[in-house]
């Protein structure tokens, strides 16, 4: 039987015969590719410089172990019981609990959030596709600041070049989910993960041999508390929930492929870990080469695409670095990108019954669609602000309007939601018996969190953010 085939949900009986991750390790790589997107190797290291290094890189740390690892171990469990897409894991198991069918708006919200961040996701993946052939091509050799901002902004301003990255972005996403579990996403995930640890390694030693090596630990590791303001600590607090993929109904949906056998709690707090260790990774790799070339590390979102070329500009070797780094970029986009349009097309397979091929095309080309909307948002569109006359999407394009109501709005509801359930739903022995854990301190710890630390400091998140 195919695997393909055999990754066919049927409503009935869920995923009963059908294939689960080969190994705990399995799991983990496909988890943690998931996290280790844009998020860590692009965003981490921008909001750490804007906000002053040490001390928000503790106060992140914190806000993983208090909210992102909660969340993730709650999500990951529904899914693992649920044995379903996230839609259909939710329905059932509100009804298996006797809670309202109304928590089935958790599934919906998940997979229709990672469905839209995939629509802007993909075009922003498209930049990191086009910029390893720039590097590749010596694009950043002795470049001025001036020559690589308009790069940039060329980039930007031509919505058939941004058409043609989105397309083959899109297109090598499709490529490993229609091919379903073991033969797609299981051997991609082998594959490419490991070259991502790679490549950020390479690029760490490299920075290592940089004058700005120094100068980059110290504003990693030692703390400034003076430069710590409440906006930082609510940006580590919202970053530490975004960082993990939460509630964007890709941990459900790999959690659903989980064998009961591995340890769902030390699995989860494996995947934090090695997802925290990839950005501060990413920190060692990226601020010495802004250090080392006298760069402003509180550049903001930039950071990637027009300070560091700047820096690969003039350093030795900068050619091969570039194209590593920007290949170490879009590794960790695609990993990410394959999690978000599985929950889709999982609910297609099994509340459908189409299969796993028609299901991704349907999927994928529909994601692709709505993103013609981001990349004309850069360009033709850039004056066009669909819901100015509501006062939080004044101003917006599409792009922006995805990015604030997934982030702001859908991700910190859907990961309360799902930790509320696994806190408060859940009979504390069947909260058990899911996390395999016997009920003692540790378990009633956990608990406590989910039940009130995890769930008012998204609350704090949400409503900072919201207002």
């Known amino acids: 039987m195919s695997d393909t085939t055999q990754s066919t949900h049927t409503s009935a009986a869920g995923r009963s015969g ?67 897409s996230p839609i259909q894991t939710m329905t059932q198991l509100a009804r298996q609990d006797g809670r309202s069918p109304r928590w089935a708006l958790v599934g919906w919200s998940g997979v229709i959030a990672g469905y839209l961040i995939l629509s802007f996701y993909s075009v922003i993946g498209g930049w990191s ?20 901002g308009t790069m940039f902004g060329g980039l930007l301003s031509n919505p058939g070049t941004l058409m043609l990255w989105h397309s083959l972005f899109m297109l090598i996403v499709l490529a490993i989910v229609i091919r379903g579990l073991k033969s797609g996403m299981e051997k991609a995930i082998n ?36 430069k710590l303001t409440t906006e930082a600590v609510l940006t580590a607090l ?12 890709a941990m459900m949906a790999y959690g659903s492929f989980l064998p009961k056998e591995y340890s769902l709690v030390s699995t989860a ?13 990413a920190g060692l790799a990226i601020f010495p080469l802004v250090f080392a070339n006298g760069l402003e ?39 990410s990108a394959i999690s978000m349009l599985e929950p889709a097309v999982e609910w297609l397979e099994e509340k459908k019954g189409i299969g796993r091929l028609k ?45 604030y109501l997934t982030a702001n709005i859908m991700l910190p509801l859907g990961g309360l939601f799902m930790v509320l359930y696994a806190g408060w739903c859940m009979k504390p022995q069947a909260l058990a018996q899911a996390l395999a854990l016997p009920e003692s301190p540790v378990f009633n710890g956990l608990r406590f969190v989910m039940r009130f630390v995890a769930p008012l400091l998204v609350v704090v998140v949400f409503v900072n953010q919201l207002f």
């Open 18 to 84: 059908n294939p689960l991750w080969s190994s705990r390790l399995a799991f983990i790589l496909a988890a943690t590719g998931s996290a280790v997107g844009l998020g860590n190797i692009w965003k981490f290291p921008y909001i750490t410089g804007e906000n002053g290094g040490g001390a928000f890189v503790l106060v992140y740390l914190l806000c993983i172990a208090l909210v992102g690892l909660p969340i993730l171990i709650a999500e990951v469990m529904l899914g693992r019981r649920g044995r379903r």
């Open 129 to 148: 596709l086009a910029y390893v052939g720039k590097a590749a091509s010596g694009d950043f050799a002795g470049a001025s600041s001036d020559t690589i």
């Open 191 to 226: 594959l490419l993960m490991p070259l991502l640890f790679l490549l950020l390694l390479v690029m760490v030693g490299y920075a290592m041999s940089t004058s700005g090596f120094s100068q980059a630990v110290s504003f990693l590791f030692q703390p400034d508390f003076s």
């Open 238 to 249: 919202g970053h530490a929930f975004f960082t993990l993929s939460l509630a964007s109904g």
């Open 269 to 281: 707090a494996t995947i934090a870990i090695v997802d925290t260790v990839v950005a501060l990774l």
């Open 297 to 335: 590390p509180a550049a903001g979102p930039g950071l990637i695409f027009q300070t560091l070329p700047l820096a690969f500009s003039n350093m030795a070797f900068g050619t091969l670095f570039g194209t590593l780094f920007f290949a170490l970029l879009l590794i960790a986009a695609i990993t």
């Open 359 to 403: 299901g991704a095309l349907l999927a994928g080309g529909s994601v692709w669609l709505l993103g013609i909307t981001t990349v004309l948002s850069f360009n033709h569109w850039s004056d066009l602000h669909p819901l100015a006359f509501l006062p939080a999407f004044e101003g917006k394009t599409f792009f922006d309007i995805f990015d």
